[in-house]
C-alpha cells in the first residue's frame, strides 16, 4: 500500500484489518477499493486520519467524504462533485479529497462502462 501513498497525496495508508485493531483510539476514513498492482482481487483501503482527540479531520469532514465517496460509486458524478467541493473549501490540502475530486471530472465527462464496479486499479507500485 505504501505506493498508493503517493496516489492519494497522503502520509499513511492501511487496509481493513488496522482500523479494527487500533479500535476507537484513531481516527481512519475509508479512501478507496483497490486492486492493489500485484496481488489478487481488491481492497479497502483506509487513511489514519489521526488520533482521536486530534484527528486533522471533523465529523462533518469524513462524513462529507464518505458521502461523496458512495456517490461516486453510484455514478452520482454531480453529487460528488458537489460534495467534495464543499469539503476542499474548508481542507484545500486534502490529498484523497483532491484525487477522488479530479476523478470524478473525469468520470463525468466520459464515465465508465456498464459493468465498472467501482474498483480502483493502482497504477504504479
Not at 29 to 46: F, P, T
Not at 57 to 82: G, I, P
Request: glycine content about 8%; overall charge negative.
Amino acid at each position: 500500500l505504501e505506493g498508493l501513498t503517493k496516489e492519494y497525496r497522503c502520509a499513511i495508508l492501511c487496509g481493513p484489518r488496522v482500523p479494527e485493531l487500533a479500535g476507537d483510539a484513531f481516527v481512519f476514513r475509508e479512501i478507496d477499493y483497490v486492486r492493489v498492482k500485484g496481488r489478487g482481487g481488491a481492497l479497502r483501503v483506509y487513511e489514519l486520519v489521526g488520533h482521536r482527540d486530534t484527528s486533522r479531520l471533523d465529523t462533518v469532514s469524513l462524513s462529507l467524504y464518505a458521502q461523496a465517496l458512495d456517490d461516486f460509486r453510484q455514478r452520482n458524478w454531480h453529487a460528488a462533485e458537489t460534495r467534495l467541493g464543499e469539503l476542499l473549501a474548508v481542507h484545500p490540502g486534502d490529498g484523497p479529497a483532491q484525487v477522488l475530486a479530479e476523478r470524478t471530472k473525469a468520470m463525468a465527462v466520459d464515465p465508465p462502462s456498464a459493468d465498472w464496479d467501482g474498483v480502483y486499479d493502482q497504477r504504479h507500485k
